[in-house]
């Protein structure tokens, strides 16, 4: 079965430093991989999708890189605020006509002033 | 709002009761997923339609679980008999595909199930 697993549970950075975080996947290579942000109480809100044949990812502050020899995806919050504080979850999609996602369990970003 | 839609956001019941919660999907959206989510770890998959066909069930879902999508809009997803290790968020996504691409999931807030 598809196993994913993401760097540490919680990580703590100072405001303005880059955050990075890691996500490892085992058995089956992804077609698509993506990350979500979760607050507490809320569903997770998409961020990037970054397909097996692309390297890196950008949008504004954020950036997803892919690498399928490693079987490793890192996501990169830059220049981070205190709002980023939030789990960020990794979740790899087979590309198959169903869909489903495969979820990490997440890691848990805080951001310090 | 657009968005993904649940309903309720909060559900208690004592164990032995069945409950039912909703889904509103993004309108244009084909397809319907519900996961379930436990504190800390990730969602995990339950089932999945495409229109009002449902083409995929995990083996988390148990035979007191049933969900359902009429006419491929809304979604309900029923659980009997509840038991304790039913309390979990359960979260719907939609999202729009065709044979060949998927796109990003859209979310619901979830529905916080509490056995007593």
């Known amino acids: 079965s598809q196993k994913i697993e993401q760097n540490s549970e919680a990580l703590n950075i100072q405001e303005g430093k880059t955050a990075t975080l890691t996500c490892n996947y085992t058995n089956y290579s992804p077609a698509y991989l993506q990350w979500y942000r979760q607050d507490p109480g809320r569903g997770p809100v998409f961020l990037l999708l970054i397909r097996e044949n692309e390297k890196e990812k950008r949008k504004e502050r954020l950036k997803v890189t892919f690498d399928t020899t490693l079987k490793q995806s890192l996501f990169h919050i830059t220049a981070s605020q205190p709002a980023d504080s939030a789990t960020y979850l990794c979740a790899l999609d087979r590309g198959s006509t169903l869909g489903r996602l495969y979820f990490g369990r997440g890691t848990q970003l805080t951001v310090w002033p | ?116």
């Open chain 2, 1 to 116: 709002d657009t968005g993904v839609s649940q309903d309720p956001r909060h559900k208690i019941t004592k164990r032995g009761q069945n409950v039912t919660f909703r889904c509103d999907p993004i309108s244009e959206h084909n397809r319907l997923y519900w996961y379930r989510q436990t504190l800390g770890q990730g969602p995990e998959f339950l089932t999945y339609f495409q229109n009002e066909a449902q083409l995929e069930k995990s083996r988390l879902l148990s035979d007191r679980f049933s969900a359902e999508r009429p006419k491929g809009s809304f979604s309900t997803l029923e659980i009997q008999r509840t038991e304790q290790g039913d309390s979990a968020m359960y979260l719907c996504a939609s999202s729009y595909g065709t044979a060949d691409s998927n796109q990003p999931q859209h979310f619901g807030d979830g529905t916080r199930l509490s056995i007593l």
